[in-house]
């Protein structure tokens, strides 16, 4: 297996971080999102959709898609379990997933992508030609500020955000604040639930990720 | 278990053709998102994120997004099979699914909400107020464009859209579609294996949940 990856963007990180999980060390092929590559003509014979992280098997067959890599990579190596081990613990940790993917990777992304420059003609990954939208600077920033207010509250109940223990939910959390410290938009004073559980998943080895 | 709901809307749509695929007859509690009623008080008790679908089950937990609910409902009603079964089928699902939200029903929620007058100060699902912003009525229509080009490629080479049988990535791409044409954005002419597809899957019995 081998990963096509961008070291410096939240999407493949928590692919990175999921893998180094499950002990597994897989061959990395960077292709940088600002300059371009994923974009041009070479990764988009290799992927269509022109996103990254895309898992490529031994067969040559491609997946694509963060949450497929995990479904994956779950179902074939299974321990430790990062998906849930219940119907109702998977549809938690799911919940929270997707809130972080969505109100966290996704928002951050729209307030990162919609000012720089060099992502002109780029407003979303993938191949299409689409404008930057300056209106959503603005809105990716409304839209993070409330992803932590949900965050901090959830993390006043529970000690991670999907579950008793460390999941899926997590990295991609993890991902996103670490994407969103980046670009100036760090953990707000105020959430300090959220300052306590960043301290203890950036502990863990596969931060390095 | 019940299924907080709205009628007219494609991401609890999907939920319930899922229920209905698994035989399962769940009551249904209708929060119209045009009136205002997911963002009002009395829906933001059961669900801050004042999302729907929402699956509410027997002991008053709370199951959100959709597809913690298809993850939640394979689980515990394994038959007939949704999601995949086995760890390579269950990836080209997913990818496929979520495809479809993104580029379907995200895409043409954004093509639709932002020229929606009763929807002023929700430019998202959710609680928070975001202004609605014209430029992504343009934006949505293009990325919608794109989704069907690549449905309707892929639906030349498979029956179905991430396997050889229908699954959550149909579902998906079937509530994308028909929203699609609720909303002036049809089927184009020339993509005619999306419009054979769309004959075998409108004619399951659950098309009409």
Same mark, same amino acid.
């Given at each position: 297996?081998? *990963?096509?990856?961008?070291?410096?963007?939240?999407?493949?990180?928590?692919?990175?971080?999921? *893998? $180094?999980?499950?002990?597994?060390?897989?061959?990395?092929?960077? @292709?940088?999102?600002?300059?371009?590559?994923?974009?041009? !003509?070479?990764?988009?014979? #290799?992927?269509?959709?022109?996103?990254?992280?895309?898992?490529?098997?031994?067969?040559?067959?491609?997946?694509? !898609?963060?949450?497929?890599? %995990?479904?994956? #990579?779950?179902?074939?190596?299974?321990?430790?379990?990062?998906?849930?081990?219940?119907?109702?613990? $998977? /549809?938690?940790?799911? /919940?929270?997933?997707?809130? &972080?993917?969505?109100?966290?990777?996704?928002?951050? +992304?729209?307030?990162?992508?919609?000012?720089?420059?060099?992502?002109?003609?780029? +407003?979303?990954?993938?191949? &299409?030609?689409?404008?930057?939208?300056?209106?959503?600077?603005?809105?990716?920033?409304?839209?993070? /500020?409330?992803?932590? !207010?949900?965050?901090?509250?959830?993390?006043?109940?529970? !000690?991670?955000? +999907? &579950?008793?223990?460390?999941?899926?939910?997590?990295?991609?959390?993890?991902?996103? #604040?670490? %994407? $969103? &410290?980046?670009?100036?938009? +760090? #953990?707000?004073? @105020?959430?300090?639930?959220?300052?306590?559980?960043?301290?203890?998943?950036?502990?863990?080895?596969?931060?390095?990720?």
């Amino acid at each position: 297996m081998r *990963l096509h990856d961008c070291q410096m963007a939240p999407n493949p990180r928590r692919a990175r971080i999921f *893998l $180094a999980e499950k002990g597994l060390d897989v061959e990395k092929v960077e @292709h940088s999102i600002l300059d371009g590559e994923t974009n041009g !003509e070479a990764y988009l014979k #290799i992927n269509p959709w022109g996103t990254v992280p895309a898992l490529e098997l031994d067969d040559g067959s491609l997946i694509r !898609e963060a949450p497929a890599i %995990f479904r994956y #990579i779950e179902a074939s190596h299974p321990s430790p379990n990062l998906l849930g081990d219940n119907p109702r613990e $998977a /549809a938690e940790i799911e /919940a929270w997933e997707r809130f &972080s993917e969505i109100q966290g990777i996704s928002a951050i +992304g729209e307030y990162f992508r919609n000012q720089t420059e060099a992502l002109t003609g780029r +407003g979303l990954p993938g191949p &299409s030609e689409l404008d930057l939208i300056p209106a959503l600077v603005e809105r990716g920033q409304k839209r993070a /500020a409330w992803f932590y !207010e949900e965050v901090n509250e959830q993390l006043g109940k529970t !000690e991670y955000l +999907g &579950s008793n223990r460390y999941s899926i939910a997590d990295i991609t959390a993890q991902c996103a #604040i670490d %994407f $969103a &410290s980046a670009v100036s938009l +760090g #953990i707000p004073d @105020h959430c300090t639930n959220v300052a306590r559980w960043h301290k203890v998943v950036s502990a863990r080895p596969t931060a390095a990720a």
